[in-house]
């Protein structure tokens, strides 16, 4: 088979053109890194217990089965 001019690759469709790069606001940085220190003073000084292991906490006891629910009788018409 011979190639012909468009099977061959130009130079413009093999150069990717970069984005670019956005430039957050300092005040918005600023802001979101207040806040995570703040957070972080009040979960570090022990006013703020985070509990995330109970899912996967393999000792935890289970309740039994679930009771079914019943419900009351109408009396009879």
Do not use: H, W
């Not at 190639?3 to 984005?19: G, I, N």
């Not at 003073?41 to 022990?46: A, C, I, P, Q, T």
Request: charged share 25%; net charge positive; hydrophobic share 40%.
């Amino acid at each position: 088979m011979t190639q012909t001019v468009a099977d061959e690759p130009t130079a413009a469709v093999v150069k990717r053109q970069l984005r670019p790069k956005q430039k957050n606001d300092p005040r918005y940085v600023a802001a979101a890194r207040e806040l995570r220190d703040r957070y972080l003073d009040e979960v570090n000084s022990g006013r703020f217990l985070l509990s995330g292991n109970e899912k996967y906490d393999v000792s935890r006891a289970i309740a039994g089965p679930p009771q079914a629910a019943t419900l009351p009788l109408l009396p009879a018409a």
